[in-house]
C-alpha cells in the first residue's frame, strides 16, 4: 500500500516513503486491534456453516472503513483532495481487503473443517445450492475487475506524468513506467496465486477428510461424518455419502436389534433379501442339529419365582449362546428352556465336531456358572445330522426363519433319551460316523439301536456321559 499510494497519487507522491509508510502502519495497527475486538462477536458466535461467509465480510469491510478513514486523515493533515487521492486510496484498501478477505474466510472453512472432522461432526446439510462455475466466474470477474481498476490508475497517473515531462525526460518516465506496471502485476499476481493455493488447500482437506470416512466405512467404521460446510458440487458429495453413512447406521442398527431376535446370520441373510424376495419356503440342507434342554424345568418352576427363573435362564442362554456362536453354530430358536442350534451353514465339513465340541463345553461352562445362575440347572444335549429344509416358515403376514424337518424331530427324540439312558450327550450313527477324532479320543458307549417316540425304525445311538453341575444355588 505504501508504494501503491505513490505509484496512482501525484499527491501522495510528495510525502516520502517514511511519512506515508508511518500513516499506514498507524492506521493498520488501528485496524488489526479493532479487528481482535470485534472478530469474535461478528464471526466466532455466529453457526460455523455461515462463519466463513460472515468473516469474508467483516474482513472486507475493515479495509473499506479504514480507507476511508485513512483518506479523511490526508484530507484534514495532509490536505489532500478527498476524492481524487482518497478515492485511490479507498481503491487501494478495496482491492487488497477483497484477496485477503477471501483468503481469511478460505482459511476459516479450513479451521472449521478440521475441527469438524477431528470431533466427528457432520455441522449442517446443503440447503441453498451455489455451483462452482458461478463462484469460479464471480471470482474471475472480481479479479479483472480490481487488476483493471488499478492499472487504470496507474496509467491515469503515467499520463498525467508523460504530459509534463520534459522532452529530455521521457526516458526516466518510460523506465518508471515500466516498474511501475511490473510492480503492479507481480503484487497482483501474487495475490491471485495465494488466493488459489489457499483454495487449493481447501480442496485438498476436502478430498482427504471424503477420501478417509469412505475408507472407514469400507472397513466397517460407521462413527465418522463427512464435514459440510460449503453450498458446492462438493458439499453435495459429502451431503450424499453422509446420508449413505446414515442408512448403513439404521441398517446396523435394524441388524442389531434383529439378530437379538433371530440368530445374527439369519439377520445378515434376511436383511440382504429385496422385499420380492422374501417370501415363504426354503432349501433342502444337510446341517447337524443340536437340542439342548434343561432337565427337571417343570419342578424348577414350581420353586421358584418368575423372576428368579427369568434372571437364571437369561444368564445361562447368555453363556451357552456365546459357546455356539464360537463354534460357527446359529442359534435357530429358543424353545422354553431349550435351545435349539445348527451347524454347517458355512462349514458342512467342520459341523459335526463343531457342535460336539460346543455341546462339551456347554456343560463345562453350565458346571462352572451354575451358582451364578441362582438354579441348580442340569440339561442333556441330542445331536444329529440329516437333511433339513431351512427357509421361511409361517405365512406371508408373520414368517420365521428356521429349520423344519425329521432331522429336528429326531434331534429332539435324542435329547429326551438321555434321561433313560443316564447319558449327558446323546447322538445317532449318522453324527457319530461323521466324526474324527473325537470318535476316538472320547469314551462313548454304544447304546444300539433304540425306539424313538414317533418313528417306526430304530435309530443307532451312542452316549457320552458328563458331570451334570449338582451344586447348591445361591440365593439373594
Not at 10 to 35: H, N, Q, Y
Not at 246 to 251: A, F, H, I, S, T
Not at 412 to 424: F, G, H, P, V, Y
Request: hydrophobic share 45%; proline share 3%; aromatic share 10%.
Amino acid at each position: 500500500m505504501t508504494i501503491y499510494g505513490g505509484q496512482v497519487c501525484p499527491f501522495i507522491d510528495t510525502l516520502t516513503v517514511f511519512e506515508w509508510g508511518k500513516t499506514l502502519s498507524a492506521f493498520f495497527l488501528i485496524l488489526f486491534v479493532v479487528r481482535h475486538q470485534l472478530i469474535k462477536k461478528f464471526v466466532y458466535s455466529k453457526p460455523a456453516m455461515h462463519q466463513p461467509r460472515q468473516q469474508m465480510v467483516f474482513e472486507f469491510c475493515l479495509f473499506i472503513i479504514a480507507g476511508m478513514a485513512i483518506a479523511t486523515y490526508n484530507h484534514f493533515v495532509y490536505v489532500f483532495p478527498p476524492i481524487g487521492s482518497g478515492g485511490k486510496v479507498t481503491v487501494g484498501m478495496f482491492t487488497l481487503g477483497s484477496f485477503l478477505a477471501m483468503d481469511m474466510a478460505l482459511l476459516r472453512e479450513r479451521l472449521i473443517l478440521q475441527e469438524a472432522k477431528a470431533h466427528g461432526e457432520r455441522l449442517a446439510p446443503v440447503k441453498e445450492f451455489s455451483s462452482l462455475i458461478k463462484k469460479f466466474t464471480i471470482f474471475a470477474i472480481l479479479v479483472l475487475s480490481f487488476v483493471s481498476v488499478v492499472i487504470l490508475l496507474v496509467i491515469s497517473k503515467d499520463i498525467y506524468w508523460i504530459s509534463m515531462a520534459e522532452m529530455e525526460d521521457l526516458d526516466d518516465v518510460r523506465r518508471t513506467i515500466s516498474f511501475e506496471v511490473l510492480f503492479v502485476i507481480i503484487i497482483t499476481l501474487g495475490l491471485v496465486l495465494n488466493l488459489i493455493y489457499s483454495y487449493s488447500q481447501n480442496l485438498k482437506l476436502f478430498f482427504a477428510n471424503e477420501t478417509q470416512v469412505l475408507n472407514e466405512v469400507n472397513q466397517g467404521n460407521l462413527d465418522g461424518y463427512v464435514p459440510v460446510l460449503s453450498r458446492d458440487e462438493f458439499a453435495h458429495i459429502a451431503e450424499h455419502t453422509n446420508q449413505m453413512i446414515d442408512g448403513l447406521r439404521e441398517k446396523r442398527r435394524i441388524q442389531n436389534i434383529f439378530g437379538k431376535v433371530v440368530s445374527p446370520e439369519v439377520a445378515t441373510h434376511l436383511l440382504s433379501l429385496k422385499e420380492n424376495e422374501l417370501k415363504l419356503g426354503g432349501q433342502r440342507r444337510e446341517l447337524v442339529i443340536l437340542l439342548s434342554d434343561i432337565r427337571g424345568f417343570t419342578s424348577l418352576t414350581e420353586n421358584y419365582e418368575p423372576e428368579e427363573m427369568v434372571a437364571g435362564l437369561n444368564k445361562y442362554f447368555t453363556d451357552m449362546v456365546k459357546i455356539i456362536h464360537k463354534e460357527n453354530g446359529v442359534v435357530d430358536k429358543f424353545i422354553g428352556d431349550g435351545i435349539l442350534a445348527v451347524f454347517g451353514l458355512t462349514d458342512t465339513e467342520e459341523a459335526p465336531e463343531q457342535a460336539l465340541r460346543a455341546a462339551r463345553e456347554m456343560f463345562n461352562i453350565c458346571r462352572e456358572n451354575n451358582t451364578s445362575y441362582e438354579l441348580p440347572i442340569k440339561m442333556g444335549i441330542g445331536i444329529h445330522s440329516g437333511v433339513v429344509i431351512a427357509g421361511n416358515i409361517g405365512s406371508e403376514e408373520r414368517l420365521e426363519y428356521t429349520v423344519i424337518g425329521d432331522a429336528v424331530n429326531v434331534t429332539a427324540r435324542l435329547e429326551t433319551l438321555t434321561k433313560d439312558l443316564d447319558a449327558s450327550i446323546v447322538i445317532s450313527k449318522a453324527l457319530y460316523e461323521k466324526l474324527k477324532q473325537s470318535r476316538e479320543d472320547l469314551p462313548w458307549q454304544d447304546h444300539g439301536p433304540q425306539t424313538l417316540k414317533g418313528k417306526r425304525e430304530k435309530i443307532h445311538v451312542y452316549g457320552l456321559a458328563i458331570n451334570n453341575a449338582d451344586s447348591n444355588p445361591v440365593k439373594i
